[in-house]
């Protein structure tokens, strides 16, 4: 694989399950995120690890959780899923620390339906 | 407030110039971002500007005036495949992106 990748391509869930989005790098980059994108709003950060061990939360945290054990994979959970969390995630990672002009990289998107 | 404008869509016909413009108010600026992303896909990077001026790259450039708070994207000799959707970033004091809705480029024949 070269790049990021995500699974799953797309999934309907029924609320109160449990969802774990994942995502994997394979560029040894240090700083991961994840966004959620909704129409007619621009993507808003959930989650985010400067590097492996380390997470913080990012404008809409809530209702998400994320790990990052190693370098190349940073999962993010819907402990409780509920309609609200309805859109398409990106993962992205950065080969910086996430400082000045650190460009991301995106992954290809997973797209949540929660009925 | 942290905010990002840009126009919801703009039309443009093959072969001709389109400017895409960008405002934005945030607390601190680490630089300014500019991503293209096509339907269903992810956004992919495009440009970075963090010093004021025009950045070229081929047939796209990017302006910055940190001043007044404002970029454009300028897209020249225009393909039908350049049709999607342009998403302006800017970096805030905690190196976090704040992103713009995008701004959808329609390209007419």
């Known amino acids: 694989i070269a790049g990021i990748t995500q699974a799953p391509t797309s999934q309907i869930l029924a609320a109160g399950r449990r969802m774990t989005l994942r995502c994997t790098q394979d560029m040894r980059h240090n700083a991961m995120y994840w966004y959620r994108q909704d129409l007619g709003l621009g993507l808003r950060l959930i989650h985010y690890s400067n590097t492996a061990g380390t997470t913080g939360k990012g404008e809409v945290p809530d209702g998400y959780s994320v790990s990052r054990a190693n370098t190349d994979d940073f999962p993010l959970t819907l402990a409780s899923a509920v309609p609200s969390q309805t859109s398409v995630y990106f993962c992205?990672?950065?080969?910086?620390?996430?400082?000045?002009?650190?460009?991301?990289?995106f992954g290809p998107g997973t797209r949540l339906t929660v009925l | 407030g942290q905010n990002i404008d840009q126009p919801t869509e703009m039309t443009a016909t093959e072969g001709a110039i389109v400017q895409i413009n960008c405002t934005y108010q945030t607390s601190g600026f680490n630089g300014l971002f500019w991503y293209q992303q096509h339907a269903g896909e992810a956004p992919t990077f495009l440009s970075y500007?963090?010093l004021d001026g025009l950045e070229e790259k081929g047939r796209f450039s990017s302006f910055l005036s940190r001043s007044k708070g404002y970029s454009y994207l300028l897209l020249k000799e225009l393909q039908m495949k350049d049709s999607a959707s342009y998403l302006c970033a800017v970096m805030d004091s905690n190196y976090q992106l704040i992103w713009g809705a995008g701004t959808k480029l329609i390209i007419k024949p």
């Open positions: 500007n963090v």
């Open positions: 992205a990672s950065s080969d910086g620390a996430g400082g000045p002009g650190d460009t991301q990289y």
